[in-house]
């Protein structure tokens, strides 16, 4: 039997919903399913009534569902004491960062950080946003760093979870330029000639964005999808190459534009082919049962007051 297990189960007796569940626990709806019913084969018995809307729990379930949270919290608070005994002696903060932001926006951020806030030491765990979040939701990380948009927003409980916004981010198309300066593949593209598309891998968080920027643009939009991977910085390699045009964080371009390595790919009259996201950082509330270490409940204060 594992935890995340009970987890799941606790959140499905509190929501009433298998959907909304799996939303917060961050899971396609099957793969809940699937948990619940591994816990349901562990117990022996069933736990939630299927026949009913809402959801409700079946007697063992009610019972079952009063102890999970006793041995949760038991667990959670067994972690925050061995956590603070490991703190004690060394207060490294934890950041989940996705993939992107790993290596575009947080060694500058790091940087500027030391310079006003002071010495910090961290641990980077470099993820997908999904397993980023994961961590989070999980208590194996001290801090998440991710992006936002108010179409693909992160899925964390408000009333657990805070938010503080670090600026934001332009995500723009790109391409390497011909001899003239200009882009060697310039979007609209036309039906039959195709403009050359770098990717993102399905389910990247990038890629559903670009994939609504391309969905309201007025203008229809002639791909061709040559390459995919769920990672901006191979897409920006690839661009480099010639290889064809990618959706790029600004950060991760500002070099390059400036040394002309790389010049926008959409006229100036298409602003839609743009989108602004935030960039945010979350954090578990504190409470009395796990205190933050020292070192993130100051660096979350000083972020808060700037």
């Known amino acids: 039997m594992e935890t995340k297990w009970l987890e799941d189960f606790v959140s499905l007796a509190e929501t009433h919903s298998f959907s909304r569940s799996a939303q917060l626990r961050h899971v396609t709806q099957p793969a809940f399913s699937r948990r619940i019913q591994s816990l349901e084969a562990w117990a022996g018995t069933d736990l939630v009534d299927r026949s009913s809307y809402p959801t409700r729990l079946t007697k063992a379930g009610a019972t079952l569902y009063t102890q999970s949270l006793e041995m949760l919290q038991a667990l959670q608070s067994t972690r925050a004491m061995l956590r603070g005994y490991h703190a004690a002696g060394n207060d490294v903060l934890e950041f989940?960062?996705?993939?992107?932001?790993?290596?575009?926006?947080?060694?500058?951020?790091?940087?500027?950080?030391?310079?006003?806030?002071?010495?910090?030491?961290?641990?980077?765990?470099?993820?997908?946003?999904?397993?980023?979040?994961?961590?989070?939701?999980?208590?194996?990380?001290?801090?998440?760093?991710?992006?936002?948009?108010?179409?693909?927003?992160?899925?964390?409980?408000?009333?657990?979870?805070?938010?503080?916004?670090?600026?934001?981010?332009?995500?723009?198309?790109?391409?390497?330029?011909?001899?003239?300066?200009?882009?060697?593949?310039?979007?609209?593209?036309?039906?039959?000639?195709?403009?050359?598309?770098?990717?993102?891998?399905?389910?990247?968080?990038?890629?559903?964005?670009?994939?609504?920027?391309?969905?309201?643009?007025?203008?229809?939009?002639?791909?061709?999808?040559?390459?995919?991977?769920?990672?901006?910085?191979?897409?920006?390699?690839?661009?480099?190459?010639?290889?064809?045009?990618?959706?790029?964080?600004?950060?991760?371009?500002?070099?390059?534009?400036?040394?002309?390595?790389?010049?926008?790919?959409?006229?100036?009259?298409?602003?839609?082919?743009k989108m602004t996201l935030d960039r945010r950082i979350y954090r578990e509330r504190p409470h009395a049962h796990q205190e933050p270490k020292g070192a993130a409940q100051a660096l979350w204060k000083f972020l808060a007051n700037t």
């Open 96 to 273: 989940a960062v996705p993939h992107t932001l790993a290596l575009t926006f947080f060694p500058a951020w790091l940087s500027e950080l030391r310079g006003q806030f002071g010495p910090i030491k961290s641990r980077l765990i470099a993820l997908n946003v999904h397993d980023a979040v994961l961590r989070l939701v999980e208590g194996s990380c001290d801090l998440l760093l991710s992006y936002h948009h108010a179409s693909q927003p992160v899925q964390l409980d408000a009333d657990r979870f805070e938010m503080l916004t670090l600026g934001q981010e332009v995500l723009a198309p790109y391409a390497r330029p011909d001899a003239t300066g200009a882009a060697m593949f310039q979007l609209p593209g036309k039906a039959g000639q195709p403009v050359p598309y770098l990717g993102y891998a399905p389910g990247a968080y990038l890629g559903l964005v670009v994939d609504l920027i391309l969905k309201q643009c007025a203008t229809p939009i002639h791909l061709d999808r040559v390459y995919e991977t769920d990672m901006a910085e191979g897409l920006k390699a690839m661009a480099l190459e010639g290889h064809g045009v990618a959706f790029l964080p600004y950060s991760a371009v500002r070099k390059e534009l400036r040394a002309k390595k790389l010049v926008s790919a959409a006229p100036k009259e298409m602003d839609a082919l």
